[in-house]
């Protein structure tokens, strides 16, 4: 998902609302380009206004398969073809066109097994595809576990679907999938693992469960970058949407467009995203600072947390202050991947006072564990896990974990996390097929204006090259928490 930033801090708040009426004019005046993909608007995909068909996770399938035969006829066939379109994503035959690849990760996929040992439902970003828990789905399924990617509604298809989704759409897709897979494993436990909003969404569904409007209360949380709280200025974008229905302000329709090379993530991003993004992380931070006050979340469900201590998309405090700092002790965990403090003394980076590392490690009064991954020294590219218990202000054990930061990576980002080193896409080296679409660690020298990609888009860390670790804790976190309230594991 994406976010803005604010002004300057000297700039006075209250010539903030002036400034961004006259910046989003200007963009608004501004000519789109008219392309299908940013245009058509993909009536078949599910909204619960006009889906009232659509009662169980058969039909929201069926429903996918109409929207991607609607993709199909109306974007697809509609874009031309040809070498100038090679790295157009809706451009029939080009190298990022998605229908080429078996499967096609843009769709809800289920990774069936035989006697499950419990479910795990995997809940994308916003603007992202069910590719970016690919791994992790792969994994928790070789464990035994009965696996569900789920494409949320607006996505996978085209940026345009995003014009028009709504958070409470993609909310009653999860309640759908939840369902679906609570009847395939039985009495066993269902986990979710969330990515960036997909992780607000499972905690929606977590709040939803346990007041009893929705089934079945989550065994485990398992988020990833998880977008708890996110810019104050994405409140704008609400204001936004509304002047682009005027007659020349269309542009306001969109936060950002760019082009469309990435076969499983828009590019471009809608402001209706941001604003829906807006809405549900406040809505949620409000029930969990309700349940709070009313001593209620003790029975929340246990809940694992990574994040990059360097996240330019969501807000680092919003971790502590809107979610582990007001769960139940001794029940949760924040692992929290560093910066590469060895590469950290170049002058060419900044110090940032927010960082999370400032604010959790060494204080006695958080009531959840926090798990620092971060350079054995600072002298050394290799890492180490240092473990801190609830309501300590020491480290309680160090794991070596014989990995070392990559030459010239400073940080991971909000888009590395979930991703391996050897990932075909986004990954730290070209797959062997020299013909196949590499957009991961790259470098590329030039002169500006030559690339289609931005330097912001080149220089992201775009996979995690302590995956493994993030993976082993996934896998120990859902294996350790096997019991639903309510709901007891077969021995």
């Excluded at 809800?108 to 595809?129: K, Y």
């Excluded at 949620?284 to 947390?305: E, K």
């Excluded at 075909?424 to 990609?453: S, W």
């Amino acid at each position: 998902m994406a976010a803005d930033r604010l002004p300057p801090r000297a700039t006075p708040w209250v010539a903030l609302p002036a400034a961004l009426l006259v910046s989003m004019l200007i963009q608004g005046c501004t000519g789109l380009d008219t392309a299908p993909w940013l245009g058509v608007p993909l009536t078949e995909d599910f909204d619960l206004r006009n889906s009232t068909e659509v009662r169980t996770f058969a039909d929201y399938l069926a429903l996918e398969q109409r929207v991607f035969a609607q993709l199909d006829a109306e974007v697809y066939a509609d874009t031309e073809t040809g070498p100038e379109q090679d790295l157009l994503r809706f451009s029939s035959g080009s190298a990022s066109d998605p229908r080429a690849w078996h499967p096609n990760w843009n769709r809800t996929f289920e990774l069936p097994a035989d006697e499950p040992v419990g479910g795990v439902l995997l809940l994308h970003g916003m603007s992202d595809s069910p590719y970016s828990l690919r791994a992790l789905g792969e994994a928790l399924n070789r464990q035994g576990y009965q696996v569900v990617g789920l494409r949320l509604p607006g996505h996978g298809t085209a940026p345009s679907g995003l014009r028009h989704v709504r958070w409470k759409d993609m909310a009653a897709a999860v309640r759908l999938g939840m369902e679906h897979l609570a009847a395939r494993v039985g009495d066993r436990p269902v986990h979710i693992v969330g990515y960036s909003t997909g992780a607000t969404l499972g905690l929606d569904f977590a709040l939803e469960a346990l007041d009893g409007r929705a089934s079945p209360v989550p065994a485990s949380l398992i988020l990833v970058s998880p977008a708890i709280g996110i810019h104050p200025a994405a409140a704008f974008a609400v204001w936004k949407r509304r002047l682009s229905a005027l007659p020349g302000l269309g542009g306001l329709a969109w936060l950002n467009v760019e082009p469309e090379f990435d076969p499983y993530k828009y590019n471009s991003f809608a402001t209706r995203a941001g604003e829906e993004v807006h809405v549900l992380t406040r809505s949620v931070a409000q029930r969990l600072a309700s349940r709070a006050r009313a001593g209620r979340l003790g029975d929340f469900p246990p809940t694992l947390v990574f994040k990059s201590n360097a996240d330019a998309t969501v807000t680092n405090e919003s971790v502590v202050e809107r979610l582990l700092g007001q769960l139940g002790a001794d029940r949760h965990e924040l692992v929290l991947f560093d910066v590469n403090r060895l590469a950290a003394k170049s002058v060419l980076k900044i110090y940032d006072p927010r960082a999370l590392t400032t604010s959790v490690v060494g204080d006695p009064a958080l009531p959840f564990t926090v798990t620092l991954v971060t350079n054995t020294d600072g002298d050394s590219l290799t890492v180490e896990a240092r473990r801190q218990r609830p309501y300590s202000a020491t480290f309680s054990s160090v794991e070596a974990l014989d990995m070392s930061w990559p030459p010239a990576v400073i940080s991971l980002s909000h888009v590395a996390l979930p991703f391996p080193p050897d990932d075909p896409l986004y990954g730290q080296r070209p797959p062997d097929n020299a013909q196949a679409l590499f957009l991961g660690q790259m470098a590329i020298q030039g002169e500006r204006g030559l690339f289609a990609l931005s330097s912001d888009w080149l220089l992201r860390m775009r996979h995690n090259p302590f995956y493994d670790y993030l993976e082993r804790r996934a896998l120990d976190w859902a294996h350790q928490h096997q019991t639903t309230p309510g709901r007891p594991t077969k021995e």
